[in-house]
């Protein structure tokens, strides 16, 4: 254990208010601790910057899943095991389930939450793809308010974002029927290795033909970039289009083009941009070919 | 049921504590008083030291601090040679040597502590490959950063290549490997002048640990006591790095006059311990149409690090196991350790045997691809047979049949069936899914090398009680393979008595004698033997005695040792290690009896290669040997699978990333040891003996040994890509396979 | 930061620590509490040794702050079923199957084994495997770990039959 306590404070105030007051007096000084799966571990690492924490773990108005008939809404503490154990979720959103099932083991899965993978902002983080293709919103809030985002360009650099400094993240949205009836879901996490792995591709694909034609794509990549990306440019490249194979070659290009792969311990940005790449034609192969509903990959 | 322990699975003795959290590891040991000890260490890989500086807003007046000028004796870890100090002194050789050590009694303190030391260097060049350190141009050790040079082998290689029907060249590399046992490194010393020093802690040689431990100290051995404690782990690990931990908590203690505890982080324990040693070895073989091999040239290369610590004994078995369980008339090897500036590589679990067997193993299929024949039947062609000479002209005298080995591996493996049916498989197939299947097929020698077990003279003690118990006195350690219960059964059946009426004594340089180190698989075979040897002893006096009839009981053993107490008050089995008769060995050519056993074994490996992400799954595995006498068939069966997980994990998942000499990925996230969803079933058989009379052959080292070559003989198989390298990992592999793609 | 008082109920017994809040309660644990069972292995989520049970769910206590676990109740393997004079069916499988080499993984696996078996008495090897993912063992190559817990399973059913 590498990090010295004695810079560090901890509290744990007993609502969302009194956690947003905390947060407003000094803007900045105070951050959430939810799951503590990243933040612990950079504790442990000496890595963590001295300061202040609010742990946010027990507040049960951040915590639930809940269905209405536009939206599913998860609380920002929802924790990947509650995605798991969620039947309305492998229903509807089978690559957020997926992402949460191969995020880290049991035990990480008991404790890390959408919301921490969010703000933690991590360009290889496992739920954010899946977010980005099933369209999600964010909802931030401060003793100013509550707004909701659009997810897809909260993100904005490495570990940059559109949050304020004193707002807390406090529930997550996605629009019901994704894609649309017939939509393929195609999740594909490139690892380390099987299980508790750290992501080195890690793309999140959506998409439903009519008529043969594109009717609906939406498409998020992990550790191509520095932030969470959309694949936009493919997107635009492929809606209205027949898939056939010169459509996938030229939609596989564009895509090679949107990505920005680095080298660093994990991996090679050669090894990274392949990846991509494949993936990429795989789901529009898959895609093409009629699949829909949950693309299993094991 | 007192007899016929030897042979059963007998759970394991200490298995109790294990499995109620009751058993202490150094680290839940707390000592009255104690402080916590860290280490400041480089941050350059080469340079002068020129000042050291303490700063930042610390207890600095508080904190214990000891340097070089500390050592009361000689600042050498003493091991092969000396030239590793425990602290370095004006200069260090790598990065994350130690030069400063802190005590305080608040771990948090000391911690922070240890990040304000700062140190100025002046920096000198440094070596990072074993390239740069054969070309010599900047030299880190000796005149030419060769630590060991050895020639081996015999017949004559260059009379071969001009009429050779075929000749095969390749070179093949081997990269460093983490022990990552669960349990980082610790040890707790205390000082009194009087007693000396006394160490407790994670370490598989309580006497590699005094021997290094008496000069720094210039103490009498009497005077430094070492003491087991539970170990969760050492796999070569904790062999010889232990002593530099033991002599820091001990200087520590000597300064403050109060115990002090140096326990690991995961990141220290990575960064500063040892691996295995980094290799690279490159073939030239002469070959018939048949694939009977005509010669051999092996050119074995291992990077040493920064000292020599156990490099010329590594070099030494992987030279010996280079030209594998084959015959072969012509066969050299040459073979180097060599000086960089890393952090010493040292004992991992097969001790330099797994780099020259991946490199010939890999051969052996290239030889077959290039025939175009089957690589087994290339392998059969070769095999040693009872009454051949191994490559350094040990004759064989065991009744070796491999062949059967070979045939259980294969029928176990469903090897042809699957072998056709992948090769369709891939053939036909316009998916991303290949699959392949591949062996080795290698052997080990058990014990240390040559001459090794004679210098050690190895000594072991049973002594019998009053009440007919046992306590067995061994410096061999329990670290996870068995050893308690291993001894029990051993000597139970020596004894006649049951297994619980058997202490093993914790191992103590005060209580124990010398037994040697807990390394080369030598514990049971070696060790157990004199522990055999010693209750004999036991029981020779207790007949010669007249208490004890000719065959007797577990009772009439009590009655007798109770009889045997009414006019004595002790009763001491002892036994000295006996060099076999007629095993010779001569060091300086590299020629005989190398070891006086063979494990030998014949491994299968079926894979499925995603040609997307060239990830590697290793679906089956299949490890059959022949170890003669199986003591405990399910600890035998654990270590064979734990050694086959450790090196399916060196195969294809464990890359230790190199940055100017220091490790870049130290942590459990990024440096990846395979999980239980990425193991696969390991499925185990040993071999009815060969011998008649079998011996215990050790078995902790022979697993590591196969599993890599047989894995990248598989995904060569399922891809058709020639891998020459381990770690394998998917960004190599997709390298290759593009390569392959393009060229098509 | 001056420390405060957390109160926590570890294996049935309540203890009121003073602490700093951001204390891990790994160490919390070992050092204030005086139960060494649980193991550091990586300090950083990965291996799984520190495993134990906050209000029946599986948790990393070396990425727990204390703090969080306030008013918790918590169990280790020294308070795991079967921990007693009599083993119970789960440590029995760990000694007589082979799950257990040098015993650093064995308290969390058998902490993430009992988790398994709580949700899925009768699991499959996959299962198994998937269940004890987070818990790294360098000794055994799992396999006599996975066939600790299905011997394991098998006892508990047993039992209750
Ligand atoms: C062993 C291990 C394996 C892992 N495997 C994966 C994996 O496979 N995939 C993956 O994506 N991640 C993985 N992670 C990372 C981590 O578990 C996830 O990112 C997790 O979702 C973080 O959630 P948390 O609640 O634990 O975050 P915390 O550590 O509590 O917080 C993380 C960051 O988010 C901020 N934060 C948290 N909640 C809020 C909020 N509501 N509002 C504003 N800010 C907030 C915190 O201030 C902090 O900066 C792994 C971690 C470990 C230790
Ligand atoms: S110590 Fe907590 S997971 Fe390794
Ligand atoms: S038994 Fe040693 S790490 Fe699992």
Redesign the pocket.
């Known amino acids: 254990m590498r990090g010295y306590l004695p810079d560090y404070e901890l509290r744990a105030p007993a609502s969302v208010d009194e956690a947003l007051e905390t947060m407003a007096q000094a803007p900045g000084q105070w951050?959430?601790?939810?799951?503590?799966?990243?933040?612990?571990?950079e504790l442990a690492a000496g890595k963590l910057p001295p300061g202040k924490f609010l742990s946010?773990w027990q507040l049960p108005e951040?915590r639930g899943i809940t269905l209405d008939d536009d939206h599913a809404i998860l609380g920002?503490l929802t924790t990947y095991s509650d995605v798991r154990d969620h039947a309305g979720m492998a229903a509807e959103y089978p690559m957020l389930v997926q992402a949460a099932r191969?995020?880290?083991a049991i035990a990480?899965q008991n404790?890390?939450?959408?919301?921490?993978?969010i703000?933690?902002a991590?360009p290889a983080?496992?739920?954010p793809p899946a977010l980005l293709a099933y369209g999600a919103q964010i909802e931030l809030a401060s003793v100013r308010g509550r707004r909701w985002v659009d997810y897809r360009g909260f993100h904005t650099g490495y570990k940059q974002m559109g949050r304020q400094p004193d707002e807390?993240?406090t529930r997550i949205r996605m629009p019901r029927t994704p894609g649309g009836a017939g939509a393929l879901h195609d999740y594909r996490k490139v690892g380390t290795r099987k299980a508790?792995?750290?992501s080195k591709v890690c793309l999140a694909a959506l998409g439903r033909l009519d008529d043969g034609k594109v009717a609906y794509l939406r498409a998020g990549v992990g550790s191509v970039a520095p932030v969470p990306l959309d694949l936009v440019k493919t997107e635009a490249a492929l809606l209205g289009k027949t898939l056939d194979a010169a459509t996938i070659d030229a939609a596989v290009a564009v895509a090679e083009a949107e990505v920005t792969p680095i080298d660093d311990i994990r991996s090679t940005a050669r090894y990274r941009a392949v990846v991509s790449r494949n993936l990429v034609r795989d789901f529009l192969t898959a895609l093409a070919a009629g699949e829909t509903g949950a693309r299993v990959h094991d | 049921m007192p007899d016929g322990w030897v042979g059963r699975s007998v759970p394991r003795r200490e298995g109790r504590d294990k499995v109620t959290g009751a058993a202490k590891y150094v680290d839940d040991l707390h000592v009255e008083g104690m402080l916590h000890g860290a280490t400041v260490r480089s941050t350059i890989p080469r340079g002068k030291i020129v000042a050291i500086h303490y700063e930042g807003d610390l207890p600095w007046d508080e904190i214990v601090v000891a340097t070089a000028a500390d050592v009361p004796g000689a600042n050498e870890v003493k091991l092969i040679q000396t030239d590793q100090p425990l602290l370095a002194d004006g200069v260090v050789n790598h990065v994350e040597e130690p030069i400063v050590l802190l005590a305080h009694a608040d771990r948090e303190v000391v911690e922070k502590a240890r990040r304000h030391v700062r140190i100025e260097y002046a920096p000198l060049p440094s070596v990072h490959s074993i390239d740069d350190a054969l070309a010599a141009d900047t030299v880190v050790w000796g005149t030419d950063n060769v630590f060991t040079h050895y020639t081996a082998g015999q017949g004559n290689v260059d009379a071969v290549w001009a009429d050779a029907p075929h000749e095969l060249s390749g070179e093949y590399t081997t990269g460093a490997q983490e022990q990552m046992y669960i349990e980082a490194q610790g040890m707790i010393a205390e000082y009194d002048p009087d007693a000396g020093v006394t160490v407790r802690g994670s370490l598989q040689c309580p006497y590699y640990i005094q021997t290094a431990l008496c000069p720094l100290f210039g103490l009498p051995p009497d005077k430094v006591r070492i003491v087991q404690m539970a170990t969760g782990g050492g796999f070569g690990g904790k062999e010889e790095y232990p002593s530099i931990i033991a002599g820091h908590a001990a200087l520590l203690a000597y300064k403050s006059g109060k115990p002090v505890k140096i326990v690991y982080d995961r990141i220290e324990d990575v960064t500063a311990t040892t691996k295995r040693h980094p290799s690279r070895t490159k073939i030239r073989s002469a070959f018939d149409d048949t694939g009977k091999l005509l010669a051999l040239d092996i050119d074995f290369v291992i990077d040493g690090g920064a000292y020599i610590t156990l490099s010329p004994v590594v070099l030494s078995r992987g030279t010996i196991h280079a030209a594998g369980p084959y015959r072969c008339d012509n066969v050299r090897v040459d073979s180097r350790a060599v000086a960089t500036s890393s952090p010493p590589h040292g004992a991992f679990r097969g001790f330099g045997a797994p780099q020259s067997i991946f490199a010939l193993e890999r051969h052996m299929d290239r030889i077959a691809d290039y025939l175009g024949l089957d690589p087994v039947q290339v392998r059969r062609r070769n095999l040693l047979q009872q009454g051949q000479t191994s490559s350094v002209g040990q004759t064989i005298d065991e009744p070796v049949d491999l062949d059967k080995l070979v045939d259980r591996a294969l029928a176990d493996a469903d090897w042809v069936a699957k072998r056709k049916a992948f090769d369709e498989h891939n053939a036909s197939t316009t998916g991303p899914i290949r699959k392949g299947i591949g062996l080795s097929v290698f052997y080990h020698g058990s014990g240390f090398t040559g001459a090794g077990e004679v210098h050690l003279a190895s000594k072991a003690v049973v002594e019998a009680t009053a009440e007919g118990r046992l306590r067995v006195l061994a410096a061999s350690t329990e670290i996870g393979q068995g050893t308690n219960t291993i001894f029990s059964q051993i000597v139970g059946d020596a004894a006649h008595v049951p297994i619980d009426r058997i202490d093993v004594v914790q191992p103590d340089t005060a209580h124990v004698p010398n037994s040697g180190p807990t390394v080369a698989s030598r514990t049971c075979m070696v060790v157990g033997n004199l522990l055999a040897q010693a209750t004999a002893d036991v029981v020779g006096q207790l007949q010669g005695a007249g208490h004890l009839p000719a065959t007797w009981d577990a009772e009439q053993f009590t009655a007798a040792c109770r009889a045997w107490y009414a006019d004595h008050d002790a009763l001491v089995g002892r036994a000295n290690y006996q060099p076999p008769a007629g095993v010779h060995w001569d060091e300086k050519n590299f020629r005989g009896d190398a070891y006086s056993a063979y494990a030998w074994a014949c491994y299968v490996a079926a894979v499925t290669v995603d040609t997307r992400t060239a990830e590697i799954r290793v679906d089956d595995f299949v490890a059959i040997q022949e170890i003669g006498k199986t003591v405990n068939p399910i600890l035998a069966g654990g270590q064979i699978e734990g050694g086959v997980a450790q090196a399916i994990g060196w195969a294809v998942y464990e890359d230790v990333v190199w940055k100017d000499g220091r490790v870049a990925n130290p942590q459990m996230?990024n440096y990846i040891i395979p999980t239980a969803v990425d193991t696969p079933p390991i499925r185990v058989a040993f071999l009815e003996p060969f011998a008649p009379q079998p011996v215990a052959k050790g078995i902790g080292e022979l697993p590591m040994d196969g599993p890599a070559p047989a894995v990248l003989n598989a995904v060569a198989h399922a891809t058709g890509v020639d891998p020459r390298g381990v770690p394998l990992m998917p960004e190599t592999l997709m390298d290759l396979l593009t390569t392959q793609e393009t060229a098509q | 930061m001056s420390h405060v008082n957390v109160t926590l109920t570890v294996n049935g017994t309540e203890h009121t620590v003073s602490v700093h809040p951001m204390a891990r309660l790994l160490d919390v644990l070992r050092t204030e509490v005086g139960l060494t069972g649980t193991k550091e292995g990586c300090g950083?989520?990965?291996c799984g040794a520190c495993s134990v049970f906050i209000d029946g769910v599986l948790t990393n206590a070396c990425?727990v702050p204390v703090l969080s676990a306030s008013g918790t109740t918590i169990q280790t393997v020294e308070g795991l079923e079967g921990a007693a004079e009599t083993l119970g069916p789960l440590q029995q499988a760990f000694i007589e199957t082979g799950g257990a080499q040098c015993g650093i993984c064995t308290p969390g696996m058998l902490v993430a084994a009992a988790s398994l078996l709580r949700r899925n008495p009768d699991p499959s090897d996959a299962q198994i495997r998937e269940g004890l993912a987070g818990n790294l063992c360098r000794c055994t190559g799992y396999t006599r770990i996975v066939e600790s817990v299905v011997d394991a399973a098998r006892r508990m059913k047993e039992a209750r039959s």
């Open positions: 951050r959430p601790l939810a799951g503590g799966t990243d933040v612990m571990v946010i951040l920002a191969e995020s880290g990480i404790r890390g939450t959408l919301g921490g993978n703000v933690n991590s983080a496992d739920s807390l993240l508790q792995a750290i | 996230t | 950083e989520g990965e990425l």
